[in-house]
């Protein structure tokens, strides 16, 4: 069963960058994609970006609200996908998740992952 452990989370200001870390284990097979969540304070968890973890299946995908700011990236040898967050905003604060063993549908719902991660915190200020 896959386990995902979140890092990288922390304090940064507004024109900050920070860079997360997703770090994957406890499969024999790898999970076919990997996407990263937001939960701002308050609301629901959405779909900032995600991967194919098999690369002939298709290329990462970032969601209009964060492209141009964000990059999907991943490491095969360490089992890790990356989330590099440039230009961060007060909007960008909240926990981010690491999600995997997408099942079905649109790529970023929520609902079609059947794995996650604790979360990690990140907190944009002024």
């Known amino acids: 069963q896959v386990q995902l452990m979140e890092s990288g989370g922390g304090s940064v200001q507004v024109g900050g960058s920070l860079r997360l870390s997703c770090e994957a284990s406890g499969y024999t097979r790898r999970p076919n994609y990997m996407a990263w969540f937001h939960q701002a304070p308050g609301k629901q968890r959405e779909g900032v970006a995600g991967?194919?973890?098999?690369?002939?299946?298709?290329?990462?995908f970032v969601d209009d609200p964060w492209k141009g700011r964000f990059t999907i990236s991943q490491d095969h040898a360490k089992r890790t996908v990356y989330l590099q967050m440039n230009n961060l905003n007060s909007a960008d604060t909240g926990v981010y998740f690491c999600a995997a063993d997408w099942t079905s549908g649109y790529l970023l719902g929520e609902r079609n992952y059947k794995t996650w991660g604790r979360g990690t915190q990140v907190t944009v200020s002024s």
């Open positions: 991967i194919y973890t098999f690369e002939a299946d298709g290329g990462p």
